[in-house]
């Protein structure tokens, strides 16, 4: 972090060295409200990168990060830009919206851990009962689908507040709801590979409720029902079914 509140920053909020491309990078963090429509202009990303200027020493790379939503004009100034300055022969600038952002925390569960603790089952079941209204011809399936949810929920949510692991199964899958399903199912096929052997019952059982969610959202009813029947077969070992047509 660089200084403190009220102190100059010369447009740096965070520095140091990439330990990826081992360039020396400055970050400006931007809050917007994405509901409220308010993003990051163009005014704003020329004015952060004026002040970047003067930071010391001189940058490799100025990086305008937002909460705000990513946008294509911007990452073009943001070019445009890197190529004036490097006939200067100053730093490059890049501009990062929270799509992107959020598909990165997704990457690192430690993150997910440390910063969104607030812990909630995967709700599955409200989806898949909507579904089925819509599904006349699969109801019945999809009403087991449902009891069986339910049933797992009971047997296994009790007494494990302190699941550390369930805890960090359950922030990755609400990746679901920002509308990232594929980024949620790399990260817990990820965590199912590595934790699957020693994880408790209910870790376990939302992996498989967070990626059969994830699945569901995608379109994928048949897989999204395998995950959800199966909560005690390891997730590299289930089927795959073919798409049923009704």
């Known amino acids: 972090m660089h200084g403190r509140e009220g102190q100059p920053q010369a447009g740096v909020d965070v520095y140091g060295t990439d330990r990826i ?5 400055g970050v400006q963090c931007k809050g917007k409200d994405g509901d409220l429509q308010a ?13 970047a200027r003067n930071f010391q020493p001189p940058l490799d790379v100025f990086i305008l990060a937002t909460t705000g939503p990513n946008d294509q004009a911007l990452q073009q100034v943001a070019r445009q830009i890197s190529v004036e300055h490097a006939k200067l022969g100053l730093f490059e600038v890049r501009f990062t919206g929270w799509k992107t952002l959020r598909n990165l ?6 993150v997910l851990l440390k910063y969104y603790r607030d812990v909630a089952p995967v709700d599955v079941v409200e989806q ?11 109801f019945e399936q999809t009403h087991t689908l ?6 797992m929920m009971s047997d296994i949510r009790a007494g494990s507040d302190d699941d550390a692991l369930a805890a960090q199964v359950s922030e990755t899958s609400k990746l679901i709801s920002d509308g990232s399903p594929r980024a949620a ?10 934790e699957a052997e ?3 019952p209910l870790a376990r059982y939302r992996m498989l409720a967070g990626l059969g969610n994830a699945h569901y959202a995608l379109g994928d009813e048949p897989r999204a029902i395998g ?3 199966k909560p005690s077969t390891p997730i590299l070992t289930i089927p795959m079914r073919a798409p049923q047509r009704h």
């Open 227 to 229: 995950l959800f029947m």
């Open 185 to 194: 199912i790399r990260a817990l096929e990820r965590l199912m590979a590595r």
């Open 105 to 110: 925390v997704s990457d690192h569960q430690d």
């Open 39 to 51: 993003a990051v202009t163009e005014k704003e990303l020329r004015a952060e990168v004026a002040k």
């Open 146 to 151: 449902v009891r069986t949810a339910i049933k």
């Open 21 to 25: 491309e081992g360039r020396f990078t």
């Open 198 to 200: 020693n994880a408790s």
């Open 128 to 138: 898949i009962a909507e579904s089925s209204q819509q599904n006349a011809a699969g």
